[in-house]
């Protein structure tokens, strides 16, 4: 399993530091690769299409682990503040929302990579998901 995460911005402080920290817990599981973008370049991604979308399905951690453990490679691309155009989102395999609030789009990286960290745990049967 590949993960790459494309993300359309430049992340610093923070909230760079917690998504490099759950791409190393990840390292353990799959290969992953973080690639920030000046914009929204599909043609990038190597993988099954993934996005983060307000417009996405909303999946519980188990529901992810299992999407997650049918998938070779994922590319999961988090877009623009304003969003994906709707021709870009045609392009995606899979639209996942992390839920009906806003977030500050770095954040929203952060969280989308502690849930594939669990959806991994989950997976092997680790104790992380409690």
Known sequence: ?????????????????????????????????????????????HGELWMLDRLGAQLTSEELAARVGRTAQISLCIGPDEGFSDDERKKARFLWSLGKGTLPHRLARVIALEQMYRAFEILRGGPYHK
């Open 1 to 45: 399993m590949n993960l790459e995460v494309l993300s359309v911005g430049r992340d610093k402080g923070p909230t760079l530091e917690l998504a490099e920290e759950y791409a190393r817990r990840l390292q353990r599981f799959t290969k992953v690769q973080l690639l920030e973008l000046k914009e929204v370049d599909l043609s990038r991604a």
